[in-house]
């Protein structure tokens, strides 16, 4: 079975350009989360989506915004990208939300310049 | 707020040496707690979990046991391979939260 599946794999942008990042969780998986990985940290929480909905969101602005598609599948959008935002984005997939282990996907390499 | 903390890196070890990477958390309630490995240019894989109190989790010959009095989840071996180095991650999911919360990784580099 495929697992998580990440799109691109890579990405440079500009300041205060706007990206959008995309997920295809494991076949059968509702639960899609999003987390930024600054290099030396652990994954920070952005945002999990459950059948479609909201279920939680971290300490991220609102330029960053997620939806999650009747096939599951999710996106991630950054408006007005800073500097700071340069990061691994990595999205993970679950059988169900709450607690459940995450399967994560390799990420995408963002860089802001 | 959840927290996590793990004992600061890098650990580097020669092959068959005894491994521990401590891990400590702080929660409300009663969190399920889990352990992730990140081998360079990968995703994170989950590595072992357990879910309640005295709980051992196990898996490829790593453990770790949910200590509630202490509020830790440390990671042990017993004999370790080159082919375990990688950045490991402590972590912790709460129900209410719906989230992840992770620490900020160990790198483990075991040489021959």
């Known amino acids: 079975d495929a697992g998580v599946t990440q799109s691109p794999t890579h990405l440079i942008k500009t300041r205060g350009q706007h990206v959008t990042l995309r997920c295809s969780p494991i076949s059968g998986h509702k639960s899609v989360s999003w987390y930024q990985q600054v290099l030396g940290q652990g994954p920070q929480f952005i945002f999990q989506?459950?059948?479609?909905?909201?279920?939680g969101r971290g300490n991220f602005p609102d330029r960053f915004s997620a939806r999650q598609f009747p096939n599951y599948s999710s996106e991630l959008n950054v408006n007005a990208l800073l500097l700071g935002d340069s990061a691994l984005y990595l999205c993970?997939?679950?059988?169900?939300?709450?607690?459940?282990?995450?399967?994560f996907g390799n990420g995408t390499r963002l860089t802001v310049t | 707020g959840n927290s996590v903390t793990q004992m600061e890196g890098p650990v580097t070890l020669s092959e068959e040496a005894f491994l521990t990477i401590n891990c400590t958390y702080t929660?409300?309630?009663?969190?399920?707690l889990f352990w992730y490995v990140q081998y360079p240019g990968e995703g994170l894989q989950l590595l072992l979990k357990a879910t309640k109190a005295d709980d051992k989790g196990s898996n490829k010959g790593f453990e770790a046991t949910y200590r509630k009095e202490t509020t830790s989840f440390h990671l042990e071996k017993g004999s370790v391979q080159v082919s375990d180095s990688a950045v490991y991650f402590c972590a912790l999911s709460d129900l209410f939260a719906g989230k992840s919360t992770f620490g900020d990784g160990t790198t483990l580099t075991v040489k021959p």
């Open positions: 993970a997939s679950g059988v169900r939300e709450g607690i459940s282990p995450l399967h």
């Open positions: 929660a409300t309630g009663y969190p399920s």
């Open positions: 989506y459950y059948e479609k909905e909201e279920r």
